[in-house]
């Protein structure tokens, strides 16, 4: 029984209901919708990609990552991903932003892009991916069955979360401290980057020094705050260049750059190559096209 005023299973925390496609499973080749991935796609939902067969690579956000069976890769909107389709299988699991609103999964925010799974958890982890294959395709229109799949995914999410993190050296309590700032630079920046780039902007929000901040970045990433956030910048840039046509022009203005040779020289002190010749390299055109198309 449902308490009063609480919402069904069925539903957002919006009381709208839960669409068959809020959450779907895929194969990997289905996401590069036929191009082969011969460029990356911009992705405008949330994935979990499990490898069950061959050996590759996927290059998300241009690091690649190694694949074989049991990695597990989770991506999330507006991230590039790009495959080696033709060598890989895999099962992807893809939901949309208001899926999983109102259920408890706070926790499972920071799983990592990457996990080579193995033993125990490789077999645990299988069984949930492939049990929520079957119920997604079973009844997807029933409510209860909808309902049953948004649980399945929140106990996956919760799964990977509680998988052994990486060990980590030094004293904790200063690290929790400076990690909990470098997240709150983080969230920050993710609001903030395309108008600002000045470190004095953001430690005023966060509301602490600029020593601080970068203090706090140096711990966590080995960089200073001004870097963190020009990568933050270059990045999008990158994955504009990487995955879509618009013009170079138009993804500077986008990104806080009214002039093209600023956004030009920003770009190619931060990763090495002009706008143009990333975009040519990474299999675009360097000319003008057509605004992005995004893909999850």
Known sequence: MIPSGQPSPATRADGS??????????????????????????????????????????????????CRPGTLLRARPGQALRCEATRLDAVVVRWSATALRGLDV?????VPAHRQLAGEDADVLRNEVTQL?????????????????????????????LLPPAPTGGDAAGQRTENATFRRLRHEVERGYQ????????????????????RACLAATGRSAKQVIDDRVALEASRLLAATDEPIARIGRRLGFPEPTNFGRFFTREVGLSPGAFRSARGGSAGNGSPPARRG
């Not at 108008?195 to 601080?212: F, K, L, N, Q, W």
């Open 195 to 214: 108008h600002t780039r000045r470190v004095e902007d953001y430690a005023a929000r966060i509301g602490c020094s600029v020593r601080t901040l970068t």
């Open 17 to 66: 209901p839960l669409r068959p496609d809020d959450i779907t499973t895929l194969a990997l080749d289905d996401l590069a919708e036929g191009a082969d991935w011969r460029r990356p796609v911009l992705l405008d939902a949330d994935l979990v990609v499990l490898v069950t067969g061959g050996h590759g690579t996927a290059e998300l956000d241009f690091r690649p990552l190694p």
């Open 106 to 110: 706070d926790a499972a925010a920071d």
């Open 133 to 161: 294959v079957v119920d997604c395709r079973r009844q997807p229109d029933v409510p209860a069955a909808r309902a049953l799949v948004r649980h399945r995914l929140a106990v996956l999410l919760l799964r990977l979360a």
